[in-house]
T-cell receptor, first 110, second 114 residues
């Protein structure tokens, strides 16, 4: 099954860029990478997704390596409200099953 | 307001007593899904549905049933709950078949089975 690997936790200073890495070496050619975040025990919130090209929206940027085996979510100016667990997920090939994993707990420090 | 709603938000029940957690979305989404979240294990997918009358197993379907008789509703049924089903449950929906669209999550249902 498609699987992602993320660091368990990271700290980032407020106002600095937060760079969250994700490995997804088993991703297939037509599978998207999605990023979500979860604040406390609220429902996860969609951030961004991508296939091959780098993507940017009002929340974040997503950098995907050329071989697509890893990606990085960038929060350009982290704020205290960005403290959350960030999940990088892919879909299991040929299905609509999503494997979330345990995510990265990002703590933004004042 | 576009949203996914779940009921109840909190439930304490006893082993073996059948229960249903409802999920409803008002966005006309084709795709709906149920997840459970346990400490240290992240979110795990239980069942999903690609449209009315079309459902399939996720990663941890044992002990659960679902049905999709209407597009907007996707209830999760525990026929005989056990303590290992104590968890935080999330319902999600997405337009089309979720191939490249984000999932919208409900607020969660915290279930305790004693």
């Amino acid at each position: 099954d498609a699987k992602t690997t993320q660091p368990t936790s990271m700290d980032c200073a407020e106002g600095r860029a937060a760079n969250l890495p994700c490995n997804h070496s088993t991703i297939s050619g037509n599978e998207y990478v999605y990023w979500y975040r979860q604040i406390h025990s609220q429902g996860p919130q969609y951030i961004i997704h991508g296939l091959k090209n780098n993507e940017t929206n009002e929340m974040a940027s997503l950098i995907i390596t050329e071989d697509r085996k890893s990606s990085t979510l960038i929060l350009p100016h982290a704020t205290l409200r960005d403290t959350a667990v960030y999940y990088c997920i892919v879909r299991v090939q040929g299905t609509y099953k999503y494997i979330f994993g345990t995510g990265t707990r990002l703590k933004v420090l004042a | 307001e576009a949203q996914v709603t779940q009921n109840p938000r909190y439930l304490i029940t006893v082993t073996g007593k059948k229960l249903t957690v409802t999920c409803s979305q008002n966005m006309n989404h084709e795709y709906m899904s149920w997840y459970r979240q346990d400490p240290g294990l992240g979110l795990r997918q239980i069942y999903y549905s690609m449209n009315v009358e079309v459902t399939d197993k996720g990663d941890v379907p044992e002990g659960y049933k679902v049905s999709r008789k209407e597009k907007r509703n996707f209830p999760l049924i525990l026929e005989s709950p056990s303590p290992n089903q104590t968890s935080l449950y999330f319902c999600a929906s997405s337009p089309r078949t979720a191939s490249s669209y984000e999932q919208y999550f409900g607020p969660g249902t915290r279930l305790t089975v004693t």
